[in-house]
């Protein structure tokens, strides 16, 4: 079973960055599609972003789109979230996770089509 190990929360004034990085430790992790969620307090997880295999597509909610780039790096098994422009309505538990094999390249945005996710990291932002 794959493990996905995030790193890179942390508090932030609002404006700022962070980037948050997934480590997998599969050696098959370049064929799956990935994604990052988030999760607020009292709230569901919230799709944010999900990346291709090849890192060719990518998918982003509204809500984070052209603040956030998820991007990957297949030959250290990682996939990354630069986030930018940080408000304090993203602050969250941010997840990675992988999408079940069996959707391929689509990039789903349902929580219940991942089926690998790593333990969260908490991104808290500040005015």
């Known amino acids: 079973q794959v493990q996905l190990v995030e790193s890179g929360g942390g508090l932030v004034q609002a404006g700022g960055s962070l980037r948050l990085s997934c480590a997998a430790s599969e050696r098959t992790f370049s064929t799956d599609t990935m994604g990052w969620f988030r999760q607020a307090p009292g709230k569901e997880h919230e799709f944010v972003a999900a990346i291709s295999g090849t890192g060719g597509s990518t998918d982003y909610a509204a809500s984070v789109k052209d603040r956030f780039t998820i991007s990957r790096d297949n030959a250290k098994n990682t996939v990354y979230l630069q986030m930018n422009s940080l408000k304090p309505e993203d602050t969250a538990v941010y997840y990675c996770?992988?999408?079940?094999?069996?959707?391929?390249?689509?990039?789903?945005?349902?929580?219940?089509?991942?089926?690998?996710w790593g333990q969260g990291t908490q991104v808290t932002v500040v005015s």
């Open positions: 996770a992988a999408q079940q094999l069996r959707f391929g390249g689509y990039l789903l945005r349902g929580r219940h089509a991942y089926d690998r």
